[in-house]
């Protein structure tokens, strides 16, 4: 029992600090695309490589204190991965317990998921009102408005998500089901191979061109193809249990 309050409180108290990290990865292209798109527009007074290299410095800056909060999180539940991989069985009251909390948090839950829901399916209006506008700087801003309100969505639906994931993990069910564990640890292997691919193609076309202002489309573009592949990998697999 202890030990399940003691993982929850550290999940809870993670939620934000994860979103936030999120939501820094999401903003990182902006202001590469800002200054940039500035600097060729001649609104600002840098050459365009050299507003291309801060806004490089920018990004990387932004990405490292992501990374460095979720390393910070993962450190303090380190104890507990066995929950997302292994089978185990709970002590006397902590399903009750965890279930109870579930029950409690179904509703803050779908509140979340809808905000969420309705600032990515809002995302791209910064777009449409920059194609209305007509200028390449509307343009500019109208993508680092779409990024915005996608990062925000992002942040809201992982804030909610870790709590949720968190309660699932306890009582086994969901996707921390005995038979998702074995699925999850195979698609954590895809994963990894499916990013970093898509870092290298990232890299090497950004390097490649030098055209490094328009080389982030490859990471919305990864997102949305990931979605794609998990979903026949699922497929395949679940063709190949029956």
């Excluded at 993670?14 to 999401?26: G, M, Q, R, Y």
């Excluded at 996707?175 to 564990?181: G, I, L, N, R």
Aim: charged share 15%.
């Amino acid at each position: 029992m202890e030990e399940a309050a003691l993982y929850l409180s550290l999940r809870k108290a993670a939620a934000p600090k994860i979103a936030l990290a999120t939501f820094l990865c999401v903003l990182s292209p902006i202001p590469l695309i800002l200054l940039s798109g500035l600097a060729e527009t001649a609104r600002f007074p840098l050459p365009e490589n050299a507003a291309a290299g801060l806004g490089l410095c920018v990004l990387l800056l932004l990405v490292s204190v992501a990374v460095t909060i979720f390393l910070i999180c993962a450190s303090k539940v380190r104890a507990f991965a066995f929950l997302e991989k292994e089978p185990f069985e709970t002590a006397y009251g902590v399903t009750g317990m965890v279930s109870e909390r579930l029950r409690q948090y179904k509703s803050p839950h779908a509140r979340c998921n809808m905000v969420g829901t309705m600032l990515c399916i809002l995302s791209p209006v910064p777009i449409f009102i920059g194609m209305a506008e007509g200028s390449d700087l509307a343009m500019i801003l109208a993508v680092c408005g779409m990024l915005f309100l996608a990062g925000v969505g992002a942040a809201v639906f992982v804030v909610t998500g870790v709590r949720w994931a968190s309660m699932q993990k306890i009582l086994q069910s969901g996707d921390y089901a005995p038979a998702e564990k074995k699925r999850n640890q195979k698609e954590e292997a895809l994963s990894a191979a499916y990013w970093t691919l898509a870092a290298a193609v990232y890299l090497g076309w950004s390097f490649t061109t030098g055209d490094w202002k328009n080389t982030w489309i490859v990471w919305p573009v990864a997102g949305v193809l990931y979605a794609a592949v998990l979903h026949l990998y699922r497929l395949f697999t679940k063709s190949r249990e029956d």
